[in-house]
């Protein structure tokens, strides 16, 4: 007898997958960011209904059903089969599907981003959801497009839902395509719907804009722009629940959409992002894979395998590269999930940030002597000051400080994307928010002096950018605070001979070797991990940091930097205001 089925594997496939990646004996292998993604869908699972998120396994299972039941593949040895679900595709159409606001009644997700490697049966998948949208989801007029930056790439998708439709009678009686041999559009006559495909080639010649239910972009990273993303996207607020997926490749260029997508949706599992709507499925290899070494991390990144694309196909493609750099580069992009050429580099992998995390008082270090960084600003950007207490040669442990415009806080929360997260960090004490539509320094200047007053402050790093703001006010309590100035390009400051270059090296080598612990605070995991650096075109090895390629927030990054570099080098001055600091040309 064939041994029977778990029932929650039965009733609820989706969950089935999530803690099947998760469990610690055999476990599904799945890179970094979906064994997140997993970890998020068990902790909704838990906690959801405190975020009014409501889990509807029966609605997953009829998604899922829908597939196999209604559809048939198409192609080759795949001819007319019906289109079983793998696992992994099985958690992405149920979490799309079986998420529901449980006061709105609608969809959770909104939008969703899957990057896997080449052959994994992506477009299928897409096709495949655009069908249920346009015929399954009981929205009237409902207008399905297969997206793309050109006609071509548009139409492999839509091919894959024209084929769909041929191979399935219940769909053969139900829709009607037009076209001829090319099929240019599927019309759901009952609800007056239609599935067409789309390019930039042929965006806005109509006389008004398209109201999508269901967007399905692919290929993201051969987007140069964002403008296909956002003509589209700007008709979904006419639907109730629509639905925009995004499936790709890994891509190579930092600047384009698809990076931008990319990194927003990891830190959306990751929890760096706050957003219920934001479905991601970002495959990815560990740190330490070499797919060209080790063919057991090549699911990672093809979560399809065996069956798709075939170890026999990525054999051939590895053995293919192993004499050609540019193929090898090729590979590991299309194959294996690696974003490839890009300049910049994301300065601290999680996990070793993690592991420097502790549970620390400030109030156990009265009288010790620190080392202080400041990062200051004005209006959009948060001001942060760390202070790293020495325990030992070269060892020193880690408080930050946060500040941020009161009246500007709402504004700068949907602007970043991290409603209501600001707030929150603001109620538990991780942010000082006074009230004003500027960086309350007299606040700072207060703490800085109550600090010093407190420790023994042998010298703070600070940017010559808004110092003044700062000193004005030190100035009018008459607080003494020794300041050395830090760089943050590729140079050295004069005074003291703090440079980021350094202070980078400095900061990454006490992470590395556990000698550096960080008292917990979500503000400054934030800023760490959106922290990216930037390589010199001089010295490649020397690097700073890049706010521009950043993927939000880092001045707690770099104020925790210039920290460890003042604790490093520094000579403190006896005081800034005795040589008044700045000089005006």
Not at 171 to 196: C, D, N, Q, V, W
Request: aromatic share 10%; with cysteine.
């Amino acid at each position: 007898m064939k041994k029977k089925q778990p029932a929650a594997t039965l009733s609820d496939p989706a969950t089935a997958y999530a803690r099947a990646v998760l469990r610690k004996r055999k476990p599904i292998v799945a890179g970094p960011h979906v064994r997140a993604a997993c970890r998020r869908h068990m902790d909704d699972r838990r906690t959801g209904k405190e975020r009014v998120l409501e889990w509807d396994s029966g609605a997953a299972r009829r998604a899922i059903g829908f597939f196999a039941d209604i559809l048939r593949l198409n192609g080759g040895e795949y001819e007319g089969r019906p289109f079983a679900l793998l696992p992994w595709q099985q958690f992405v159409v149920g979490s799309l599907f079986g998420w529901r606001l449980g006061a709105q009644g609608g969809r959770r997700f909104r939008r969703a981003y899957i990057e896997a490697g080449k052959g994994c049966g992506k477009s299928p998948l897409a096709a495949g959801i655009g069908l249920l949208m346009l015929c399954a989801d009981g929205e009237q007029r409902a207008e399905v497009y297969a997206a793309a930056y050109n006609r071509d790439q548009a139409k492999v998708l839509f091919r894959d839902a024209a084929a769909m439709v041929d191979q399935s009678p219940a769909l053969r009686r139900r829709l009607r395509m037009s076209g001829g041999l090319e099929k240019t559009s599927i019309a759901y006559p009952a609800a007056h719907s239609f599935f067409s495909p789309i390019s930039s080639e042929r965006r806005g010649r109509g006389k008004s804009g398209p109201r999508p239910h269901c967007v399905l972009l692919d290929e993201i990273h051969e987007h140069p722009t964002a403008a296909m993303v956002e003509f589209l996207s700007a008709g979904v607020k006419h639907r109730k629940q629509p639905l925009v997926v995004m499936i790709t490749n890994s891509g190579h260029d930092r600047e384009t959409i698809c990076w931008e997508y990319h990194d927003y949706a990891v830190g959306v599992v990751e929890g760096l992002r706050e957003d219920d709507s934001f479905f991601s499925y970002v495959c990815a290899l560990d740190a330490g894979d070499d797919p060209f070494v080790d063919e057991q991390c090549w699911i990672k990144a093809n979560p399809s395998l065996p069956a798709l694309p075939g170890q026999d196909y990525l054999r051939d493609q590895v053995r293919a590269a192993q004499g050609l750099p540019a193929k090898k580069y090729l590979a590991r992009r299309l194959n294996f999930c690696e974003w490839t050429e890009g300049e910049s580099e994301r300065w601290v992998q999680q996990d070793i940030w993690r592991g420097a995390q502790a549970d620390l008082s400030l109030d156990a270090y009265a009288g010790r002597s620190c080392f202080g960084g400041l990062d200051l600003s004005i209006s959009s950007d948060l001001t942060a000051l760390v202070l790293v207490f020495e325990r030992g040669e070269r060892r020193w442990d880690a408080f930050s400080f946060f500040w941020m415009a009161g009246d500007r806080l709402l504004e700068l929360e949907e602007n970043d994307g991290m409603a209501p997260r600001y707030r929150q960090w603001r109620d538990a004490g991780h942010l000082f928010a006074p009230a004003g539509k500027t960086i309350d320094y007299q606040h700072a200047a207060h703490l800085l002096a109550a600090l010093c007053a407190r420790f023994d402050v042998r010298a703070i790093a600070y940017d010559r950018a808004k110092l003044e703001l700062l000193t004005t006010e030190l100035d009018r309590i008459g607080a003494d605070i020794p300041l050395v100035e830090h760089g943050q390009g590729f140079y050295k400051a004069q005074s003291s001979g703090l440079w980021m270059p350094g202070s980078i090296e400095e900061t990454e080598a006490a992470l590395l070797e556990g000698r550096l612990r960080i008292a917990e605070n979500p503000m400054l995991t934030w800023c760490a991990a959106s922290a990216v650096c930037l390589p010199s075109s001089i010295e490649p090895a020397d690097r700073r940091f890049d706010k521009r390629k950043s993927t939000a927030r880092i001045d707690g990054a770099v104020a925790l930097v210039q920290a460890v570099g003042a604790a490093c080098h520094a000579r403190p001055q006896s005081s800034v205001y005795n040589q008044r600091g700045l000089a005006v040309i």
